[in-house]
Every structure is written in C-alpha cells, then in structure tokens.
C-alpha cells in the first residue's frame, strides 16, 4: 500500500475542471447558505466588500451579492467560473480566473471567505500560510477572515476505500479514494458509469490541517481568533464537532 495519497497529474485546476457541471446537483446541501450569507454580513458589514476564495460556481457569491455586500470571487477554473456567469448572466460578481494565493486582487477588503474546505486544496508545502499571509495583506484594518473546514478524524494509518456514492437506473458513480495521516493529505476519484456516456472521473485532493495549526498560521499572518463554531448559524464547537467555522480578525 502506498504511504501518500497522490493523484498522478493533479493540477490547481483539476478539481473544478472535473466537477463543475455537477457541483451545484452534488453539493447543494452542503452549506447553510443563508446562514453564511447572514454571517458574512455581520463579518463585513452591511454593504461591505468581500472577496471569496475558491469562488466555484457562485453558490454563495451570488446571494451575498443579493443581500447587499460587494464580491470578488477568484477561482483557478475557468469551468467554474464558467457555471458562475450562467447563475450571474449580469455579473454582479467580480470574478478573477487565478491562484488564491499569487493571484489575489489588491482590495482592501472589509471579509475574506473560504468555504467548504477550498483552504485544504492547496497542497504544496507552505501554501496554506502563504494564503493567509496574502489575505492578510489585503484586509482593511480589523478585517476578518472566515474559515470553514473538516476537523481532521484523528486516523493514524494510511488506507483506502471504495463506496457507493450513487446509483440509479442508467448510472453509477463509486467514490475511491485514499488517505495519509503523515503527510496530511487525502485523495480519491468519483467514477461515473453511465448507460450512454461510458465512463467520467472526477479526481480530487487535498491536505488537511487541524484548527490547532491553522490558528498557528493564521498568527503568523498577524490574526487572532474572533470566534469559532460549528456551523455558520452558531452551534457552539465542542470536542466531537465534525466541522468548524473559525472568524480571524486582524488588529483594528
């Protein structure tokens, strides 16, 4: 068994690229969007600027946008940005087609946002605290930094795995992926079967960090930790939460 999770020719843009046209059928559940949208308007303000990293297909853009605040969104596939103009025929939505981290815009911006794990798919050595250091840099004084990832399960050996995801008459999508605590990294492809369209990989990856060492990196950045939850609407973070949702402020 290999002892990291690879995907071999993995780019920055294979993971738009391969789920664009699904994303907003597969993964319509898995924010609370009004309550993101009402957390990032207490963040930034009524009317504030925001710029989202990872801006995928708009789901979260485009109605902050609806509640009054002002959005940049970057993401490094253009399919996705691609899915983005269709929800935002008007382009509301400033959207910047590059790296979250080199390509950042120079704002100032009153909140930043990374929802949904987007953090842990920069996966070279450094990367994460070179995005909080670029954010930091681009926040007006006080700004605030809102974070939303996986809390890392605590497995301390390497394996893989092999599910159903879905399935239905004409089609069967498996999920397959694989995992390495030592280097922090997780990896897999969604294998799509269909009647009529044979067979479409999905691959993805990422490189997980517990809240203990983003809230390092984002104290090295200059932050200081705001306030933490479990989900964006407030339920408190405890010991089991699966997921946490981290405000970081820069001094004001």
Same mark, same amino acid.
């Not at 699904?22 to 930034?44: H, K, L």
């Not at 009317?47 to 995928?56: D, K, R, S």
């Given at each position: 068994?290999?002892?990291?999770?690879?995907?071999?020719?993995?780019?920055?843009?294979?993971?738009?690229?391969?789920?664009?046209?699904?994303?907003?059928?597969?993964?319509?559940?898995?924010?609370?969007?009004?309550?993101?949208?009402?957390?990032?308007?207490?963040?930034?303000?009524a009317?504030g600027?925001?710029?989202?990293?990872?801006v995928?297909?708009?789901r979260?853009a485009?109605?902050?946008?609806?509640?009054?605040?002002?959005?940049?969104? =970057?993401?490094?596939? +253009?399919?996705?940005?691609?899915?983005l103009?269709?929800?935002?025929?008007?382009?509301?939505?400033?959207?910047?087609?590059?790296?979250?981290? +080199?390509?950042?815009?120079?704002?100032?911006?009153?909140?930043?946002?990374?929802?949904? +794990?987007?953090?842990? +798919?920069?996966?070279?050595?450094?990367?994460?605290?070179?995005?909080?250091?670029? @954010?930091?840099?681009?926040?007006?004084?006080?700004?605030?930094?809102?974070?939303?990832?996986?809390?890392?399960?605590?497995?301390?050996?390497?394996?893989?795995?092999?599910?159903?995801?879905?399935?239905?008459?004409?089609?069967?999508?498996?999920?397959?992926?694989?995992?390495?605590?030592?280097?922090q990294?997780?990896?897999?492809?969604?294998?799509?079967?269909?009647?009529?369209?044979?067979?479409?990989?999905?691959?993805?990856? @990422?490189?997980?960090?517990?809240p203990?060492?983003?809230?390092?990196?984002?104290?090295?950045?200059g932050?200081s930790?705001?306030?933490?939850?479990?989900?964006?609407?407030?339920?408190?973070?405890?010991?089991?939460?699966?997921?946490? =949702?981290?405000?970081?402020?820069?001094?004001?």
């Amino acid at each position: 068994m290999r002892d990291t999770a690879d995907v071999h020719g993995y780019e920055s843009t294979s993971y738009g690229d391969g789920f664009a046209e699904v994303y907003d059928d597969w993964y319509a559940d898995v924010t609370d969007v009004d309550a993101t949208v009402d957390r990032m308007v207490t963040v930034a303000g009524a009317g504030g600027a925001v710029l989202e990293l990872g801006v995928g297909t708009g789901r979260l853009a485009v109605p902050m946008v609806e509640a009054g605040l002002r959005v940049t969104g =970057i993401d490094s596939s +253009n399919a996705m940005l691609a899915q983005l103009a269709v929800r935002d025929p008007s382009s509301r939505v400033t959207l910047i087609a590059g790296d979250m981290v +080199n390509d950042l815009p120079g704002g100032p911006f009153d909140a930043a946002l990374v929802a949904y +794990n987007t953090l842990f +798919n920069l996966l070279e050595d450094g990367a994460q605290q070179r995005c909080f250091d670029a @954010v930091a840099a681009r926040l007006s004084p006080g700004g605030a930094f809102v974070v939303e990832a996986f809390v890392p399960d605590g497995r301390d050996s390497s394996g893989s795995d092999v599910s159903v995801r879905s399935m239905a008459v004409d089609r069967v999508v498996l999920s397959v992926s694989q995992h390495s605590p030592d280097t922090q990294q997780a990896s897999g492809q969604f294998v799509e079967f269909t009647e009529t369209g044979g067979v479409r990989l999905r691959p993805w990856m @990422v490189r997980w960090a517990t809240p203990e060492q983003l809230d390092a990196m984002a104290a090295a950045a200059g932050f200081s930790v705001e306030s933490r939850w479990s989900t964006m609407d407030g339920e408190p973070f405890t010991e089991e939460s699966a997921q946490h =949702i981290t405000v970081y402020r820069r001094p004001g």
